[in-house]
Nanobody
Framework: QVQLVESGGGLVQPGGSLRLSCATSGSILSIYAMGWYRQAPGKQRELVATITSDGSTNYADSVKGRFTISRDNAKNTVYLQMNSLKPEDTAVYYC????????????????WGQGTQVTVSS
């Protein structure tokens, strides 16, 4: 099976920075897209940023210019550099891997991490 494990969350003051990482494990042949989503209390999960295997990126309007997504294809790892954090960025951040092909099962699948808490507060 495939597992995604996020790290790097925590408590930060407004204006501060955090870097999230998402490492994968399993017999992965390829991953088309990786991304970050977030869910604040009482709200639906929303897209933060995605990146495809060829480096194409997509960002939510609310994080453009502040967050940067990057990816190490050799390690099947995705990162999210978050700068100029605001209290409204407080949420559980989830890593996602889409169209994952693995050695033991035909087809392509989607996987989620367990989430990491990001709290922006003074």
């Amino acid at each position: 099976q495939v597992q995604l494990v996020e790290s790097g969350g925590g408590l930060v003051q407004p204006g501060g920075s955090l870097r999230l990482s998402c490492a994968t494990s399993g017999s992965i042949l390829s991953i088309y897209a990786m991304g970050w989503y977030r869910q604040a209390p009482g709200k639906q999960r929303e897209l933060v940023a995605t990146i495809t295997s060829d480096g194409s990126t997509n960002y939510a309007d609310s994080v453009k210019g502040r967050f940067t997504i990057s990816r190490d294809n050799a390690k099947n790892t995705v990162y999210l550099q978050m700068n100029s954090l605001k209290p409204e960025d407080t949420a559980v951040y989830y890593c996602n891997a889409d169209r994952v092909r693995i050695a033991t099962i035909q087809g392509a699948y989607r996987y989620w991490g367990q989430g990491t808490q990001v709290t922006v507060s003074s």
